[in-house]
């Protein structure tokens, strides 16, 4: 029933922005953590970011502070992950998920409490 979709990813020059989209149906959306993630060739999965289910809590991996924005859109159940000044080192696969459980916070690095994932969206970044 729960379906997880991700979109937006593409190639991009070093510098340049993306802006991820994941759409979550079959649940109640606005209960649940959401999640990004991302796994480059040769690299475990490595958890990015995290938003609480009202969309007021946030975190982010140091990777990343700074450059990319994690939001949520709780009317139209969609999750955004904006990219900017984007590296090569942020070549990926991107992956949404959703938490297992209703209303509990948790940490993109720790991606065994996210039971709900995407297919994902291949970003890839030149120099």
């Known amino acids: 029933q729960v379906q997880v979709v991700e979109s937006g990813g593409g190639g991009v020059q070093a510098g340049e922005s993306l802006r991820l989209s994941c759409t979550a149906s079959?649940?109640?959306?606005?209960?649940?953590?959401m999640g990004w993630f991302r796994q480059a060739p040769g690299k475990e999965r490595e958890g990015v970011s995290s938003?609480?289910?009202?969309?007021?809590?946030?975190y982010y991996a140091d990777s990343v502070k700074g450059r990319f924005t994690i939001s949520r859109d709780n009317g139209n159940n969609i999750l955004y992950l904006q990219m900017n000044s984007l590296t090569p080192d942020d070549t990926a696969m991107y992956y949404c998920?959703?938490?297992?459980?209703?209303?509990?916070?948790?940490?993109?690095?720790?991606?065994?409490?996210?039971?709900?994932w995407g297919q994902g969206t291949q970003v890839t970044v030149s120099s």
């Open positions: 998920a959703v938490a297992t459980l209703s209303r509990r916070w948790t940490y993109p690095s720790r991606a065994a409490d996210f039971g709900y």
């Open positions: 938003i609480d289910w009202s969309g007021r809590d946030t």
């Open positions: 079959g649940l109640t959306f606005d209960t649940y953590t």
